[in-house]
């Protein structure tokens, strides 16, 4: 069976990538168990020295990704150089790993005992379609720099750059078999990296549908698990805040990638005496929001990825719906959809549930716990942001709110020197930042008894 890859931004036909049955997944988990036991006992400076030549390729392909991205997934040119970087600067950063793993040496009485960062074995990475190559590079740079194999699943819409990265990391001198992709049917060639004993760990990303499913059968082996799931993020506007700034980037903060993002501030909270003003200076904001050709440099917003999810995103906009204003989008072919703002009821379905398009819902709030309480009125919590000009109220807000990325007075969720990761039912597990590779290791505790000479009188 293959799989048709569709241009997002004129639906012509891309090429097609066949999907990986049961038996070649198994086939290529079984290598990877076999390269990863050569990776393991290869030194750590040798491990480290692979990993920075597979960034030094990437970045030697950062444009081939960027145009690939471009096509398969229509992300604006610039942004999807971005993601190219993005995953250039993961490899770098994992890549000193490898010589810092250290154990611990703990006191204790009748000889020494020092811990282990054992790797797991074959880590099975599974991905989303709406940022395909860097969330890859989340799960597979710390994975290997902490001495494991990697099968990674792309999405079935989007594998082109997660395969290609594959060949790179082959041409840089990964060991053949230890960074495989398997492009294939999530009820295929994912659900077998959760049956399949051989692989220790599942990473998913994606919605928290089939997150839960992931879970509940990684129970069956106590297969560790980390999840990445949606999101309904909210961005709260206090009054005495820059109201100006706020406007002009809140779109940012939710429109990006056309809104298909989990961290996505589709909730603007605006406190009730500043309301009026806030939608006076968002509205030419969101107007000037470039949406079209992603292959433009200066296009901010592309189309969305594929048909059935314009049609998905298009059902939270009726005809009826409490639509404030809207952006431009192209006619014609592709799958577009214009930057649009509404003002629903807060418990209605709009409100309450993850869209992932450029769609965001703007609510007035009467005071600091009032905003707070419905912010965190939601299953999700994995970002947000603050704006306010009060250094106090700043803390309390971000510290009140159950989400595991927040800023102040910005919109800013992913650094790979820091973690990342959702509360509640946007998952489980954190991702970069310092301890990612802990996560791919067991903690093995060894004490070694020392013969004690007897006692001179
Ligand atoms: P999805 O859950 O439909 O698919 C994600 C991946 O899982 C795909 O590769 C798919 O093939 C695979 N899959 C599907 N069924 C499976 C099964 N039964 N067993 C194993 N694998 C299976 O999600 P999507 O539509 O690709 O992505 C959108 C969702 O991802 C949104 O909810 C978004 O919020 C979430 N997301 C979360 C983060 C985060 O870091 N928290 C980042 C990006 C996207």
């Keep these: 069976m293959s799989h048709t890859i569709v241009n997002p931004a004129d ?68 942004q999807a150089r971005w993601e190219a970087g993005h995953v250039r600067d993961v490899l770098e950063y994992y ?18 005992d020092v811990t282990f960062h054992e790797p797991l074995g ?23 720099a902490a001495g494991n194999a990697v099968v990674l699943k792309p999405a079935e819409w989007t594998p082109l750059t997660s395969l290609r990265l594959a060949e790179l990391g082959l041409e840089a001198g990964l060991p053949e078999g230890l960074f495989r992709v398997i492009p294939g049917r999530g009820s295929v060639v994912g659900e077998r990296f959760v049956t399949n004993e051989t692989v220790r ?24 698990v980390t999840l990445e799931l949606g999101g309904k993020s909210a961005n709260l506007v206090f009054a005495d805040a820059d109201l100006e700034r706020a406007a002009a980037t809140a779109p940012y903060g939710v429109f990006e990638n ?11 909270l605006v406190e009730r005496s500043v309301y009026d003003r806030f939608m ?14 992603p292959a433009d440099e200066s296009t901010e917003m592309g189309p969305l990825v594929a048909r059935t999810h314009l049609d998905r995103v298009a059902s939270f906009v009726p005809d009826d719906a409490d639509v404030a204003f809207r952006g431009t989008a192209p ?38 716990a009032d905003a707070i309480s419905f912010a965190n009125a939601s299953e999700y919590g994995l970002s947000g942001s603050v704006w306010t000009r009060d250094l106090s109220r700043g803390i309390r807000v971000a510290r009140a709110i159950e989400s595991g990325n927040l800023s102040v007075n910005s919109h800013s969720s992913v650094r790979y020197a820091t973690p990342f990761g959702g509360f509640k039912q946007s998952g489980l597990g954190r991702e970069l930042g310092p301890d990612a590779p802990l996560a791919f290791t067991e903690t093995k505790n060894v004490f070694f008894a020392v013969d004690q000479p007897p006692v001179v009188a």
């Design 11 to 78: 639906e012509t036909v891309v090429t097609t990538v066949e999907a990986a049955t049961v038996d070649e997944t198994d086939a290529a988990i079984a290598d990877a168990a076999r390269a990863q036991r050569e990776w393991a006992r290869a030194a750590p400076a040798d491990r480290a020295r692979v990993l920075r030549r597979f960034a030094d390729a990437v970045d030697g392909a950062i444009d081939e990704l960027a145009g690939l991205e471009v096509r398969n997934s229509g992300h604006p040119v610039g």
């Design 95 to 112: 890549a000193a790993a490898p010589e810092r793993m250290s154990g611990r040496q703990i006191p204790v009485a009748g000889g020494l």
């Design 122 to 144: 074959v880590v099975g990475v599974i991905t989303p379609w709406n940022f395909p190559m860097t969330i890859a590079s989340w799960g597979f740079a710390p994975a290997l």
């Design 201 to 224: 760990k599942v990473v998913f990303t994606g919605s928290t549908e089939v997150g839960k499913r992931i879970m509940a059968g990684c129970a069956d082996q106590v297969k560790r």
């Design 258 to 268: 056309a809104g298909q993002d989990c961290c996505a501030r589709s909730r603007i």
């Design 280 to 293: 006076e200076l968002l509205e030419p904001a969101v107007q000037g929001v470039k949406v079209g050709d």
């Design 331 to 368: 006619d014609g072919p592709g799958f577009w959809f214009a930057p649009t703002v509404l003002t629903p009821a807060r418990d209605s379905r709009a409100a309450r549930e993850e869209i992932f398009g450029p769609v965001v819902s703007v609510f007035p709030f009467d005071d600091e």
